[in-house]
Nanobody, 120 residues
Framework: QVQLVESGGGLVQAGGSLRLSCVAS????????MGWYRQASGKQRELVAM???????NYADSVRSRFTISRDNAKRTVYLQMNSLKPEDTAVYYC??????????????WGQGTQVTVSS
C-alpha cells in the first residue's frame, strides 16, 4: 500500500559524505512523519533522524551536527545528508514513513534498506 525506495548508500572513506534519498509511493493521501533508522551488524535498529510533515526534526545525539534530514513534500521524498562520516556510522539505513492512505487508514512503512560503509 505504501512503497519506500531508498537510494544513495555506498562505500566512503572516513570524513566523507553521502546523501540518502527515499521516495514514497502508493495509495497515499498524505505522508506524515518520514525518517531514517540504521542497524549495524549485531546491534539493534536505532533512530537516526526524523522529520514531520511540518518540518520539525529530531536527531540522534551521535549524528547531530553531522547529518541533516530534509524532505520534499511534493515529491514525497526524504533526504539524509551525511557529512563527516565515521566508521561507526557503518550500518544498513532504513527509511521509515507514516502515512494516511486514500481509504483513510494510517500505516507505518519501512524501506528495504541501503548499506552505508565507512572505511577508516
Amino acid at each position: 500500500q505504501v512503497q519506500l525506495v531508498e537510494s544513495g548508500g555506498g562505500l566512503v572513506q572516513a570524513g566523507g559524505s553521502l546523501r540518502l534519498s527515499c521516495v514514497a509511493s502508493g495509495s497515499i493521501l498524505i505522508v506524515n512523519h518520514m525518517g531514517w533508522y540504521r542497524q549495524a551488524s549485531g546491534k539493534q535498529r536505532e533512530l537516526v533522524a526524523m522529520i514531520t510533515s511540518g518540518g520539525n526534526t529530531n536527531y540522534a545525539d551521535s549524528v547531530r551536527s553531522r547529518f541533516t534530514i530534509s524532505r520534499d513534500n511534493a515529491k514525497r521524498t526524504v533526504y539524509l545528508q551525511m557529512n563527516s562520516l565515521k566508521p561507526e556510522d557503518t550500518a544498513v539505513y532504513y527509511c521509515n514513513a507514516g502515512a494516511r492512505l486514500i481509504n483513510l487508514a494510517l500505516i507505518d512503512s519501512w524501506g528495504q534498506g541501503t548499506q552505508v560503509t565507512v572505511s577508516s
